[in-house]
């Protein structure tokens, strides 16, 4: 167990629904980040929380939102769903901003049919 | 901003021979460059890291280079094992960037 908690595991849902991925960064950690890994690709930087507020952004779909809360945890929101948002959502989370490296959660294995 | 470009994407080694993986990055700012191992269907996993103040960096079977003028960074791995076979990501942090790109991946094949 990472200490980085991410809720469904598992979810298939039919296109154009919407569906939100949870993650609660280890104890600690202030800042949360979230990359989509589609089969066989690279990790693709989405988007950055720290302490609540967004602080970097990358191609992320303007489908697709996010937050943090007051307790850390973040969601992502994905909307509109289509076939090729079928990938792995992985969270992860540092301590601190800067040159630190990341723990990742397990991921929420989203399935678009 | 920052690219990661990463080889070669797959790499067959025979068990207990040595392999090398490639990152080269564009982002002269970049000062942190961590590695990942990632197995089939799980997280990936941090297995080493280097920041920019250092040439190389050793732990047990597993090291990693770095040359900041050429602006690329190797992974080695000694002695590989079965355990081993993995997909390998590298990464670069950019100080004005608060993020971690990452590079393709490599699929490694250990050979009994």
């Known amino acids: 167990d990472s200490g980085v908690t991410q809720t469904p595991k598992h979810l298939i849902t039919a296109t154009g629904q919407r569906v939100t991925l949870r993650c609660s960064p280890r104890s600690g950690d202030l800042s949360v980040y979230w990359y989509q890994q589609s089969l066989d690709q690279g990790l693709q930087f989405l988007i950055q929380y720290y302490n609540g507020e967004e602080r970097a952004k990358g191609n992320i779909l303007e489908r697709f939102s996010a937050q943090q809360f007051p307790d850390l945890h973040s969601e992502l929101n994905l909307s509109s769903l289509e076939l090729g948002d079928s990938a792995l959502y992985f969270c992860?989370?540092?301590?601190?901003?800067?040159?630190?490296?990341?723990?990742f959660g397990s991921g929420t294995r989203l399935t678009v049919v | 901003g920052e690219n990661v470009e990463q080889h070669p994407s797959t790499l067959s080694v025979q068990e207990g021979d040595s392999a090398v993986i490639k990152c080269t990055y564009s982002?002269?700012?970049?000062?942190?460059f961590p590695w990942y191992k990632q197995e089939l269907g799980k997280r990936p996993q941090l297995i080493i890291d280097?920041?920019?103040?250092?040439g190389e960096k050793k732990d047990q079977r597993i090291a990693v280079t770095l040359n900041k003028t050429a602006k690329h960074f190797s992974l080695h791995i000694t002695e590989t094992q079965p355990e081993d076979s993995a997909v390998y990501f590298c990464?670069?942090?950019?100080?004005?960037?608060?993020?971690?790109?990452f590079g393709k991946g490599t699929r490694l094949h250990i050979l009994p």
């Open positions: 982002d002269s700012a970049s000062n942190y």
């Open positions: 990464a670069a942090h950019s100080v004005g960037d608060d993020k971690i790109i």
């Open positions: 280097i920041r920019s103040n250092v």
């Open positions: 992860a989370s540092t301590a601190l901003q800067g040159s630190y490296g990341y723990t």
